[in-house]
């Protein structure tokens, strides 16, 4: 069963605009969260990540993510993108009952100049 | 701290052979997990080890094993490769045992089978 799903593999936005990744995940109770983020030919790198402390996370390079129990969702944003933000992010969840990290199809972002 | 180190960073085999790809973990971790990146199927884990023993096994044929050393560095071995084997192999090290601990990856190898 797919446990977090990315709405969009494909988002564009102007530099200087607002940045919205979307992050829905499916569990009954409420797991760990996590963004990533890949650029070409290279590994993964935590952004944020969420515990079941504040539900506003604030991470690097001035993104954050809210999660919402209501809306099963944990949308990451950036108020202003910025050229070297280009690249491909990942929402990850881990579950209570299962040790492994399941990684959603990501969102690859381009920004325009 | 030195990073997660993955060795080699590509590789090219054909199919039927096997393969093996090494990670050295963030000094001072002792969990390793494994991961396969692919176009198709995007991230699937494979497997974790922790202080010598898999604690956690993904869906993936037994072709694909794995092992951890004493020191914390881990090896992943596959076995008679196919075509499909091709990926991006990605390591990733956490310092302890909880579930939300931060998962540091390593650059990945990145294996083409022909």
């Known amino acids: 069963a797919q446990s977090v799903t990315q709405l969009g593999s494909h988002v564009s936005v102007s530099e200087g605009a607002l940045v919205l990744l979307r992050c829905n995940y499916s569990?009954?109770?409420?797991?760990?969260l996590f963004w990533y983020v890949q650029y070409p030919n290279q590994g993964l790198q935590l952004l944020l990540k969420?515990?079941?402390?504040?539900?506003l996370v604030k991470g690097i390079n001035g993104f954050e993510a809210e999660f919402k129990k209501s809306e099963t969702s944990f949308h990451l944003t950036k108020p202003s993108a910025h050229m070297s933000d280009a690249a491909e992010y990942f929402c990850?969840?881990?579950?209570?009952?299962?040790?492994?990290?399941?990684f959603g199809a990501g969102t690859r972002l381009t920004v325009k100049p | 701290k030195a990073g997660v180190t993955q060795t080699p960073r590509y590789l090219i085999k054909t199919r039927g052979q096997q393969v093996t790809l090494s990670c050295s973990p963030i000094?001072?971790?002792?969990?390793v997990s494994w991961y396969q990146q692919t176009p198709g199927q995007g991230l699937q884990f494979l497997f974790e080890?922790?202080?010598?023993?898999?604690?956690n096994k993904g869906n993936f044929p037994g072709r694909f094993s794995g092992r951890q050393f004493s020191n914390s560095r881990s090896e992943m071995n596959v076995s008679t490769l196919e075509l499909g084997d091709s990926a991006l192999y990605l390591c990733?090290?956490?310092?302890?045992?909880?579930?939300?601990?931060?998962?540091?990856f390593g650059p990945g190898t990145r294996l083409t089978v022909l």
């Open positions: 969420y515990t079941s402390a504040a539900t």
């Open positions: 000094s001072g971790h002792r969990s």
């Open positions: 990850a969840v881990i579950l209570y009952n299962n040790n492994d990290m399941r």
């Open positions: 569990s009954s109770v409420p797991p760990y």
């Open positions: 080890y922790f202080s010598e023993t898999q604690r």
């Open positions: 990733a090290s956490r310092g302890g045992q909880g579930l939300s601990d931060t998962q540091y």
